[in-house]
């Protein structure tokens, strides 16, 4: 079934929405990784936006464009270089690992990932747990608990999302280990940043994979999704 022609008016703004967001994506990894302050202030809250407009344009399900919308929330706080900022961001990405959540619904998943995560988040919060301040202790605790149920439930969407959740985890566990005092990589803001944007690309891409289903969503609302980029 044809969507119309707002379908049509979409459609002309997946590929500049999608090449906006590489390009800005070019702009922030080069500014932290040069050192350049400004470029990285001025280009890390335009990512998700664009990234949440490409989706839209393709037709994408509301619970992902939540969840990177709740993203920027969590880039624009993470900018500002205090505790309280922090806590805000990490509740903005929490609320977007809930959309993903929503997004991924209840579709059974393979269960030896499921056991490989658990560990992993069990041995990686006891590794770091001494280092972390008290007041953070427990929120990010709980905020790693959702972050690992989400990277795990991503698989029900393919490789490339279930790429993009092992990624975002990799992307906050080293965020954690900088919290921790632990020695980090040379730049390591761009590692950061380099995996968390490619986190939230294959995390779009595998919900927009043509013939995705989305267990959590009703498949009706979306009919006309099939927009190529």
Known sequence: MSAGPFADRRERFVRPLLIAFL??????????????GL??????????????????ARRGPRPLIAALLCGWVGDTFLLADNDTAFLIGMGGFAAGHVCYLRLFGRARGALLPGIL????????????????PAGLRIPLAGYSLLLTAMAYRSGVLGRYAAAGG??????DGLIATGIAGWPQLPAPDFWVMLTYVAAQ??????????GTRWPGVNPW???GRGISI
């Open 23 to 36: 390009t800005v994506c070019a702009v922030d990894l080069l500014g932290v990784l040069t050192g350049t």
């Open 39 to 56: 470029a990285h202030l001025l280009a890390k809250p335009l990512l998700m936006p664009l990234l949440a407009g490409y989706a839209a």
């Open 117 to 132: 995560y658990a560990a992993v988040l069990a041995a990686f919060l006891a590794l770091i747990w001494g280092g972390l």
């Open 166 to 171: 092992a990624l975002f985890l990799l992307s």
């Open 201 to 210: 690309l294959l995390l779009t891409v595998g919900a927009l994979a043509p």
């Open 221 to 223: 609302a979306y009919r």
